[in-house]
């Protein structure tokens, strides 16, 4: 649990909430019931707001953040929670967009695009867009609860990204409102910047930074498709056009909060299959990969052994196991290839079937041709962290280096090096997710209310970072920076790098209203008085009615 709140807060909570209130028609909570249950995210922190706001409509947006201006209290936006390193908990107002900032706000089918506010479930905007054959093509797991306002700030993206990028690449402009008021539009820009005099300033300050560290970007930021690190300064060019939302696509909430995002759609595939490749070993699968991505599929999907067995023992999984798993593979690799035409598909599986045979595991491959077959075996990778986190007892996966990527080419050495750093530590690790792209989320197994575990974690996520910048990867490839990651980032990019993200930040929101202390300013990624199980923790001895021992 976090710190006590100081003797100014009580008194500053109140004020607040009357505040807020009285500006705003959405709902405001100060009791200790709902901020409990905004003080924690799908990450390992725990820090307690002052009060929780939603804004009824996003005009209200410019009245919470005029009003935590004056009181000089910061701002965190929340869509879904979903995120795992911490960005959405913070002190201060939590701004829950998600519950009426929700709608599709225009929809032009000609041309394949969406406005949205920032609150929308993933799967709902997918539902809508269905009937006009189109989707949005950008699918983390938890797109059932996750909304596009958080995508957009982590820079998300799913098993698909080789094919259709990350948020990045999807969105096209942002309806923004800077910390001190301003509202502008975040889009492409080729020639004077259209908007406020802030905006053109901001604009013509982002490509002087961009200039001078031209040599510093080159050399330092990652080149692998899955970077999310930092603020991306490298998608802004010193001169000419540049696409301005991209800068705040991944900001974490800490440069501007979204009023409406502008998406590219994509056409639905009329046809889908799926290959479930069987390896021998983990470190075969490993190998394999870059020829089986070779092959232009969609997506190459890692399920590990721990999940199989994981999988095997859940009734709700049990039969998928059953009928798409052959024997006892240490790994398996989920390819799946899209298209308009059902025979050129079964094409791609022969020609996986022979790219298999020939890397010596011929016979390896589960052909799954029935959309039915195809979800039951894509819901258990989907559902993967649910399954690890199935682990009996006290010791569970930890989410801190779980989405490092490599280029292809070191998959194999960089997992079996990986390996070696946990038996050091006396843990296993847990592997499954984005084979195609290098990212594969591996968790080390640690207790997390353990003094010896939790000193663990810093030296696993040194030595691990240490090992991704050696092979030219990314610390920070899907998940965002959060807690778990920001304060890494000089030692990833270096202190010229970092310290052009803070100008960035100064420039953009020079009062540090925004979701402070991510990205830039971070506390230590292990201050224990930051996590759900700090120093303190003890569970409730609680009298049960049932028995519950078995
Ligand atoms: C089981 C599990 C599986 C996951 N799988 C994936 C995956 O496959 N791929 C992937 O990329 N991620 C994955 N994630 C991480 C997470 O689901 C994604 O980052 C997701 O996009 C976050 O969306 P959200 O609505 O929950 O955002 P939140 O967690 O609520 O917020 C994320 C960030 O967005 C900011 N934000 C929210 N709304 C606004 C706004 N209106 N204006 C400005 N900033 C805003 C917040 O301040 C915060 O910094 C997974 C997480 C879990 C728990």
Known sequence: MSAPATAREPILARRLESRLRAATSGEVW?????????????????????????????????????????EGVPVTARGGGTSQCGQTVNRGLIVDVSRSLHALVALDVANRRARVQPGIVLDVLNRALRPH??????????????????????????????????????????????????RAWFGEIDGTPQGPARYAELIARLRAIAAREADEIAARIPKVLRNVGGYAIQSVASSGAFNAAKLLVGSEGTLALFR?????????????????????????????????VALD?????????????????????????????????????????????PAPLRERLTALEDTMADLGFGGGVVALVDPAQQAEMLDVRA????????????????????????????LAEYTSALTAIFTKYGTTGTW???ASVGCLHVRPVLNMKSEADVGKLRAIAEEAFALVRAYGGAHSGE?????????????????????????????????NLLNPGKIVDAPRMDDRANFRYGPGYAPLPLETVLDWSA
């Open 260 to 292: 409406e995002v502008e998406l590219a759609l994509q056409p639905l595939p009329a046809h889908k299959v799926l290959g479930v490749c069987h390896f021998p070993r983990f470190a075969d699968a490993m190998r394999a990969t870059q020829a089986l």
């Open 30 to 70: 100060f009791d200790r019931t709902t901020r409990g249950m905004y003080a924690t995210d799908a990450s390992i922190y725990q820090i307690m707001p002052l009060g929780v706001v939603a804004p009824r409509d996003a005009d209200e947006l410019d009245a919470i953040l005029t009003i935590a201006r004056e």
């Open 297 to 341: 599929p969609v997506a190459v999907e890692l399920v590990d052994r721990t999940m199989i067995e994981l999988a095997r023992g859940i009734p709700a999984f049990a039969a998928t196991m059953a009928k798409y798993v052959r024997g006892e593979p240490d790994a398996l690799l989920l390819v799946e290839f899209t298209g308009d035409e």
């Open 383 to 410: 559902q993967g962290l649910n399954i690890m986190t199935s682990m009996r007892g006290d010791a569970k996966p930890v989410s801190i280096i779980e989405d490092c990527a490599v280029p292809l080419e070191h």
């Open 432 to 434: 499954y997710a984005h």
């Open 479 to 511: 998940h965002g920076d959060g807690i778990v990651r920001s304060e890494f980032h000089a030692e990833m990019f270096g202190p010229r790098i970092v310290a052009a993200f803070g100008e960035v930040k100064a420039a953009f929101d020079p009062g």
């Open 133 to 182: 054959g189109l989707f949005f093509p950008v699918d983390p797991s938890t797109a059932s609860r996750c909304t596009i306002g958080g995508m957009t700030a982590n820079n998300s993206s799913g098993a698909r990204s080789i094919r259709y990028g990350l948020m990045a690449d999807n969105v096209l402009g942002i309806d923004a409102l800077l910390a001190d008021g301003t």
